[in-house]
Structure formats: structure tokens, C-alpha cells
């Protein structure tokens, strides 16, 4: 292989567009010697001249022609590779996001819209409960969290990003369906289905019957909000839930949200990262993705 330096190409170039020492020594702001002697050191790595004076002007020897074809493309590939890394330093890598499972019903639209903008960038995307969330937070092991509400105890940077209303569900045919601002002390006759421990919609649900001192009856366990809302349309009771999940229901009639009063409970979405975490570019514009374009 040639051992030849980038510089020395460099200084070829320049002087075969120029067809001068000086000149070219001029643009590349050198020297004129130090010109001559990289074209000196580069004829001796060829082990043939490139260049040959006649009278006073110079000219590329033919090898000299035929080695600036080459020469060119080295150096149009290596600004092509520059450009290529500043996009990938800019834009590219891989973005580890973890949600908490009700956030899963919006999440994927908002990275579908993102990576649209940014066709570089691939997407891990973990769903999980709110515990496994906390624990990935506490280790490290995601880039960010897009959770119902930020953890007290770990160290974070939490930021509101968009509304999250909990709304409570019914079968289309329960006798409180069509009822208008129904008080929240009638809700202590019904039958609540509710998530599992340590489900953020599970914990604001707990907190808020706490605080208005109303006792729910709670039936069935469920881990998903898929349960909870074919079991409230089979009968089997009340829900309470985002109202991310249950778009498709609401506007097909299969569930139906009840008026009572103090409902909907508003909540908000939070992106959530580890204080002092290094984002990686691509994190980074995924948080301002967020916070620009669904601000709260
Ligand atoms: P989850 O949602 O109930 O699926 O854990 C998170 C939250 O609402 O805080």
C-alpha cells in the first residue's frame, strides 16, 4: 500500500488546480518550500514524478493525471465520511425508552412521528410496570421513563409533558350510564376492578378515595388495562383508567364514561431520566420532541 499522507493529497490537489507552487502554497496557507518539499516526498512514495516543468510552467505528467483521478475521489470520500458522522453525531444511535404499560397506549404514535423526523434513530422501547420501571431509572438501564408520576425517592429529573385524564368506565347498558354529575358517595354501591399493586392508576385511584374519605368496594384484581376493560364490559364492574386506553371502546359504544362528579381526575405524563444523566443526542431530541410539540 502507497504511504502516502492525507496532506500530501491535499497539497497535489492544490497544485494541479493551480498549476503553481506558489498559488498553491497561497491557498493552502503555507509556505512555497513546504509546498515543494510534500510534493517531493509524495513523488518518491509514487516512485515517479507527478509533475514536470516546461520552461517555466509546470504540468501533471500523464501518471500525475491519472493519479489525480484517484486522488480526488480520496478526498471526495472522506468529506463524504465526515458528513456522514456529523449526522450520525448529530441525529442517529439508539434511544432506550421504558414506559409504564397504560403510557404504551399512546408512546408508539409519538415515536412513529419522531423517528419520521429522524430516520437515523432506532428505538428500544420496554413496556413494564411501574416497579420494573423504577428499578431500570435506579440502575441505569434506560435512557428515560415516560411514567403517570415521578418516584419520590430516586434522585430524578421529572418534566410534565401531557395530560392524563383517569376517567371511570361502565358497560353501555349500567344503570348509572346516561346519569348527569352523579355525587362520588354514590360510587361506594358499586364494585371497582382495579390494577395491580404498584400500577401508577392504581395508587391515584387509592389516594384520591382516601383523601374524599369514600370507601370503594374493589373486586377482581387485574394486571392490564385490556382486562379491566372486557371485564367492565362483561359485567363484572366498574373501572377506573386513563383515558388513553380506551379511545377504540368509547367510539365504538362498547364502554361508556360516567359523569360524577370530581372525575376526571387529571394527571399528567411525565419524561422522566436520572439527575445528571449524559443524554445521548438522540435522547436528548426525543425529550425536546416531547416537551415542544405535546407540551402540557
Ligand atoms: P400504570 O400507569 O397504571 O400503567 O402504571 C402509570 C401511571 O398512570 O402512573
Not at 510534493?39 to 516512485?47: K, N
Not at 376517567?167 to 346516561?178: G, K, Q, S
Not at 399493586?197 to 384484581?221: P, V, W, Y
Request: hydrophobic share 40%; net charge negative; glycine share 4%.
Amino acid at each position: 500500500m502507497l504511504n502516502l499522507t492525507l496532506r500530501q493529497l491535499r497539497v497535489f490537489e492544490a497544485v494541479a488546480k493551480h498549476l503553481s507552487y506558489s498559488r498553491a502554497a497561497e491557498e493552502l496557507h503555507l509556505t512555497q518550500p513546504a509546498v515543494s518539499m510534500q510534493i517531493r516526498q509524495l513523488e518518491d512514495v509514487a516512485g515517479l514524478p507527478l509533475f514536470e516543468q516546461l520552461g517555466k510552467k509546470i504540468h501533471l505528467t500523464e501518471a500525475g493525471k491519472e493519479f489525480l483521478h484517484y486522488s480526488n475521489s480520496i478526498l471526495q470520500h472522506l468529506s463524504e465520511a465526515e458528513t456522514m458522522l456529523a449526522e450520525f453525531k448529530g441525529m442517529s444511535g439508539k434511544l432506550n425508552i421504558s414506559v409504564a404499560s397504560t403510557a404504551s397506549y399512546f408512546t408508539p404514535q409519538l415515536l412513529a412521528e419522531f423517528c419520521q423526523r429522524h430516520t437515523q434513530a432506532t428505538v428500544n422501547l420496554s413496556v413494564t410496570n411501574r416497579e420494573t420501571l423504577l428499578q431500570r431509572l435506579s440502575n441505569n438501564e434506560t435512557d428515560m421513563a415516560i411514567m403517570g408520576r415521578p418516584p419520590d425517592a430516586l434522585n430524578v429529573d421529572a418534566t410534565p409533558f401531557m395530560e392524563n385524564h383517569l376517567i371511570i368506565i361502565a358497560p353501555v347498558n349500567h344503570p348509572l350510564a346516561d346519569e348527569r354529575n352523579i355525587p362520588l358517595s354514590r360510587l361506594a354501591e358499586e364494585t371497582f376492578l382495579v390494577r395491580e399493586q404498584g400500577s401508577g392508576t392504581r395508587i391515584t385511584m387509592e389516594r384520591f378515595f382516601a383523601e374524599k374519605n369514600i370507601h370503594l368496594t374493589t373486586g377482581t384484581e387485574m394486571s392490564t388495562n385490556e382486562a379491566i376493560k372486557q371485564a367492565v364490559q362483561a359485567g363484572m364492574g366498574l373501572g377506573i383508567l386513563s383515558l388513553h386506553t380506551v379511545s377504540l371502546e368509547l367510539e365504538t359504544v362498547r364502554l361508556k364514561v360516567l359523569d360524577v362528579q370530581n372525575f376526571p381526575i387529571q394527571r399528567h405524563w411525565y419524561v422522566v431520566h436520572r439527575k445528571g444523566k449524559r443524554l445521548s443526542n438522540v435522547a436528548q431530541a426525543f425529550k425536546e420532541f416531547l416537551l415542544q410539540e405535546h407540551a402540557a
